[in-house]
């Protein structure tokens, strides 16, 4: 009879006689690579070569009950596994079929869940007849396991699971109280733990996404005994699941949480919870290092902003795991992302070392971003960029648009603060050109041409700028406000003032009431320049009037927020109200305004300057002077302060010509374009005689006049 | 005023399928009318899908008059779960498609009708003024998958006194009520209409977030020239998708919309496939302005498509060589016994 079982189970087997089928274990076992996918295990058993019916299952079966005094679910359990050894998934999955789970767990259970009286009555644990029927318990659990993993293999994912789930049940109605640490054989131990893993995976499968997270609670939540890589592993993967899966999951439940503890209300919190036990395990050696665990952290953290936190993390990370420069770089994306370009600067320069990785493209393109924002890092940052762009390898366009972008902002920024006007004007050059450069290789990027804009339009050309404007404009559908800004602005240099508040208009139509500040800002402006002093009053007033309904909604009064909110401050509102009257002379409103100003910030160069302003109006020159030096002592590079001092003093007879001169000098090399200093140097060149330089200034003045744009372009 | 005609018209599945067998005719499968759960029809037919998408692609759709649109508004407005899941999966093409359009400034009023009304429901949802936060684990706090860890020595006496602050984080800033979609706040609107999507993308079909793949490698305009030709064949009204401005807003829920069908459960390599390129192209995107965060968070989402997930355990026979042993032997006695 079983002779014919044999035969029947393959020409592979092949004629060798009666031992042939049971010798075959070792054959099965080289052949297991090839058949551990799955698929191929399914198509093996497909064919006809490895059919068993039904009829060779029973004659087997009984042949081996009778010889091995198994009884028929033990019996089949073992040919069970036979079949799924060879990758017989589909003869495996029909000897499955036959077992009774449920009679087997009714005859297990009162022996295994029988509990010792006293804890340390141990020894019954190993008697005969409970090792026994752990054998036998363990024998059919397997096989119900195996089933599961037939079943998947052939694609029957819910069935898989269902059957799956079946060997948890049991295991949990067999050890009522959890398995115990060392009683359990281990075997018996194995196929818990397989199936604990399994099961979360079978549910996900099969699309049950509810399934699959209850599971994966149950795997981690009761006692199966796990060891801690089978552990670490579904925690992983259940960490992924919650991150990634998209499955709308209540937290757990609340009575198994003890007080004190950190309670996860959502699955990305628990998912970042599991991530980090996960770090942790791994930190105290309890788990290897995987580093995916890190990755899923980091992009968790990024998303919720939470960088410093991340760096906290990567900062922990034995070393040996990451190359530092790398570690260095992962860090300073990290404290840069957290605002804190100047820790994360440190860190690239670190990294940037010449006997670390001086060219690393990214550590490189990092370090010039974080100079582009600060003048006094700009020709740091120049040097950083020009080596990225250096680099041979870095002939992907992206990055070498982009190392050249930066190349360009860190140039202009440098320009700024060169210290004579031939540098000046090469640096200005220099990064019109890598701005130009980069424009080429990507002409569709919006900061780009936005930073193009800008300089141009500090370059005084402004039909560039406009073009700029316009363009940045197109690429962005009008959705980022400094655009319209800058349109106006540039506009407004070129005296196009209808169309600058036609612009202005356009960009009030495409903003929130909240964000309408410093528009509403320009367009007052705007409406001054137009010499349209009741406009321009009613335009303040609408802009004193959201100022002041922001402070009521935000509470408090937060100075200096404002700037970097792109949000326009009650203070800058009065000053420029104060502005505008002193300029109509209306010299007691404009000191009304200035208290309202000075209120809001007692020292200020501005309201300072103003109040220099009243005094001269009235002609009070020593008040006005002396205003405009405390000006220059709360703000020592107050441009306007010294153009006014100049101004004043140039018209204080020949003994003070020389003072103003230097004065409107030093006005000038903070800020070439300014108009009135040139204007104000004409005269002092005048009045002393130096007709030909007086008329290079005047003709520098008339020239700016006409490009003088209503408020700074900087920072927009 | 034909939105709101088109919200009364639709309260059941069948209505809804009436009203929209009346706007696409015969583009859409005849096995619809007859479908048993009308809702779970439009949501997952393949051949509505394509129906719908096609048209919402279309040359002059999401105009005020697209009757499409209208569609979409009533569906949503309906209130029924199911409808508005069916409505939901239409999210990457509209967004899509809008977003590409909108930057060149055309009119799209039928479009951001079902926008807005999405919006909507996503700030009735939230309740106006509330920020999604998400609150850090202090890991000195035992949870249910860890006892209390202590933190290393120095670290008590560096942060007394805020050791019970928890870190709370920002994951999605407070929705204001919009009425309509002004371009500055164009971003904000999509993006939270994409985290609607997001919190029911486990219930959308593969079709819907292959749609959104797509899109989002176009929005980055970060594709190579032969992905723009792929591209471009693979629809037929071969209209360019145009970049479009990513402020963090719209970025993060795009991220968040990839890292799930990167990183999800699914089946579908293709979806995979899809979804690691547009990670790719989103990284190049962030590389543009060297955003950290932005940068940060496409690194790790690049280099998890390139790891190989660890697979399930296999059944280990070890150990059962000797029972092999053992069997074989007892079963040689049967035979021998036998015979």
Known sequence: MAAAAESDNGSEVGPTGDSGAFASPVKARERAPESEAGASAATASESSETRVDDGNIQEAESSLREGLSLNYEEARALLGRLEYQRGNVEAALRVFDGIDLQAAIQRFQPSLSEKPSSKRNNKLRSDSSNSGSQHAASLVLEAIYLKAMSLQKLGKAIEAAQQCKSVLDAVESIFQRGIPDVMVEQKLQETVSKSVELLPELWKQAGAYQEALASYRRALLSQWNLDDECCTRIQKRFSVFLLYGGVEASPPSLASQTEGSFVPKNNLEEAILLLMILLKKWYLGKTHWDPSVMEHLTFALSLCGQTSVLAKHFEEVLPGIYPRTERWYSLALCYSAASDDEAALNLLKKSLNKNESPNDINALLLAAKICSSDYYLASEGVEYAKRAIGDDELLDGHLRSVGLHLLGSCLANESKIASSDHQRSLLQAEALKSLGEAFSLDRHNPDLIFDMGVEYAEQRNMQAALKCAKQFIDTTGGSVSKGWRLLSLVLSAQQRYSEAEVVTDAALEETTKWEQGPLLRIRAKLKAAQSLPMEAVEAYRALLALVQAQRKAYGSLKNGTEERDNKVSEFEVWQGLANLYASLSYCRDAEICLQKAKALKTYSATTLHAEGDMHGVREQTQHALAAYLNALSTEVDHVPSKVSIGALLSKQGPKYLPVARSFLSDALRLEPTNRMAWFYLGQVHKHDGRLAEAADCFQAASMLEESDPVESLRPL | ?339
Not at chain 2, 59 to 77: E, I
Not at chain 2, 83 to 105: C, I, K, N
Not at chain 2, 155 to 162: D, E, F, H, L, Q
């Open chain 2, 1 to 339: 005023t034909t939105m709101s005609s088109a919200a009364q018209a639709i309260q059941s599945p069948k209505a809804a399928v009436d009203s929209l067998a009346a706007i696409l005719g015969r583009a859409l499968p005849e096995s619809l009318a007859a479908a048993g759960d009308p809702a779970a029809a439009l949501l997952h037919d393949d051949g509505v899908a394509r129906a719908v998408t096609g048209r919402l692609r279309g040359a002059g759709s999401g105009a005020g008059q697209d009757a499409l649109c209208g569609w979409l508004y009533g569906t949503f407005q309906s209130g029924l779960p199911a409808l508005q899941l069916a409505v939901l999966r239409f999210v990457p093409t509209l967004a899509g498609v809008y977003m590409s359009r909108a930057v060149s400034r055309k009119p799209l009023a039928g479009f951001e009708a079902v926008l807005l009304t999405l919006y909507a429901h996503a700030v009735a949802q939230r309740g106006s003024g509330e920020a999604e936060t998400v609150t850090l684990p202090n890991m000195a706090k035992p949870s249910v998958y860890h006892e209390a860890i202590k933190p290393a020595a120095a670290a008590p006496a560096a942060k007394t006194g805020k050791a019970d602050d928890p870190d709370v984080a920002e994951l999605s800033p407070a929705l204001e009520p919009h009425g309509s979609i002004r371009a500055t706040r164009r971003g904000r609107i999509v993006g939270a209409v994409l985290e609607l999507y997001h919190a029911k993308i486990g219930l959308m079909p593969l079709s819907s977030k292959m749609d959104f793949c797509e899109f989002c490698v176009a929005w980055t305009g970060k594709h190579r020239s032969d992905d723009k030709a792929r591209i471009a064949s693979a629809e037929s009204g071969e209209e360019k998708w145009r970049r479009v401005p990513m402020p963090w807003e719209l970025f993060q829920p795009a991220l968040r919309i990839v890292g799930h069908c990167l990183l999800g459960p699914t089946n579908s390599d293709q979806l995979r496939t899809q979804a690691a390129r547009a990670s790719q192209c989103l990284y190049l995107r962030a590389m543009e302005t060297m955003d950290a965060r932005a940068v940060l968070a496409c690194r790790s989402l690049v280099r998890l498509s390139q790891m190989v997930e660890e697979p399930i355990p296999e059944p280990s026979f070890a150990g059962v060589e000797a029972n092999m042993a053992e069997l074989e032997t007892m079963r040689a006695n049967i035979l021998s016994g036998k015979k």
